[in-house]
């Protein structure tokens, strides 16, 4: 009996070593820097890069820093959209994403303006994965991905 529970300590103690071996010495190249990380989303002011439709179509904003996304770690989001700014919240876990903008200044953008698209984009983000510190944004439905950087 004593032996068995020798055993089966020794066993738990590599165990542990092995994940805490695991953690401690990953060096980030065998995947994601993060993916699910609600810390990682909060404090950078992401600019939105571009969109990545999975019909093969590609969406490519004028000047980034006009479309952007920061998270905050009480749930909140502010958001930039061209001429137009808003805010509402977001819920995040274990890489599942939902934002919800609540308020918005309803300006007309100039011609050309991404404004609504990016808006409803962001509206039907699903998932997230952040990835050689950019934020890509997966739409429902297997849309597309916003891919962002950081501003």
């Known amino acids: 009996m004593n032996k068995a529970l020798f055993a089966l300590g020794v066993g738990l103690l590599l165990a542990a070593f092995v994940v805490v071996v695991g953690v401690v010495g990953s060096d980030g190249d065998d995947g994601p820097e993060t993916s699910g990380s609600e810390a990682a989303l909060v404090g950078p002011v992401w600019q939105w890069e571009e969109f990545l439709g999975n019909d093969d179509s590609r969406v490519v904003p004028d000047d ?61 983000v699903r998932t997230y994965v ?22």
């Open 64 to 124: 980034p820093s006009r479309y952007t996304i920061e998270f905050a770690a009480d749930g909140s989001v502010a958001v930039r959209a061209d001429c137009n700014r808003g805010f509402g919240t977001y819920a995040e876990a274990a890489g599942a994403l939902t934002i919800e903008v609540s308020g918005l200044t309803r300006a007309q953008c100039e011609e050309g303006s991404l404004s609504d698209e990016y808006l409803r984009d962001l509206a039907d």
């Open 130 to 151: 952040i990835e050689g510190g950019k934020l890509y944004l997966d739409v429902m439905a297997d849309v597309g991905t916003l891919r962002h950087g950081q501003g």
